[in-house]
């Protein structure tokens, strides 16, 4: 059975950093390309940042290119996503699940029950 957990979220200050984890299990966390999605209130859950299944190749939305990064432990089994010069616009429920491609939440199945991120003074 495919788990997904997902912690780090809180409240920060704009500018400010989180780093978000990922703890996976019931599947082989090596063998897949993994990605970090959000969804704000009000929009649609997409794609913030992919990591190949060894983690030698990234990509990211626009919107976090350059302020985000995306990592993985494959020993942990874990997936991570650095936030850094956090904005309002950041605001959202973010969640980690494989990546296939698809920039879609709707594409995918077995959800987390996702970490809230808050910026805001």
């Known amino acids: 059975q495919v788990q997904l957990v997902e912690s780090g979220g809180g409240l920060v200050q704009p500018g400010g950093s989180l780093r978000l984890s990922c703890a996976t299990s019931g599947f082989t966390f090596s063998s897949y390309a993994m990605g970090w999605y959000r969804q704000a209130p009000g929009k649609e859950c997409r794609l913030v940042a992919g990591?190949?299944?060894?983690?030698?190749?990234?990509n990211y939305a626009d919107s976090v290119k350059g302020r985000f990064t995306i990592s993985r432990d494959n020993a942990k089994n874990t997936v991570y996503l650095q936030m850094n010069s956090l904005k309002p616009e950041d605001t959202a429920v973010y969640y980690c699940n494989k990546y296939s491609g698809s920039y879609y939440c709707s594409d995918y199945d077995y959800w987390g029950q996702g970490t809230q991120v808050t910026v805001s003074s």
């Open positions: 990591i190949t299944s060894a983690g030698r190749s990234t």
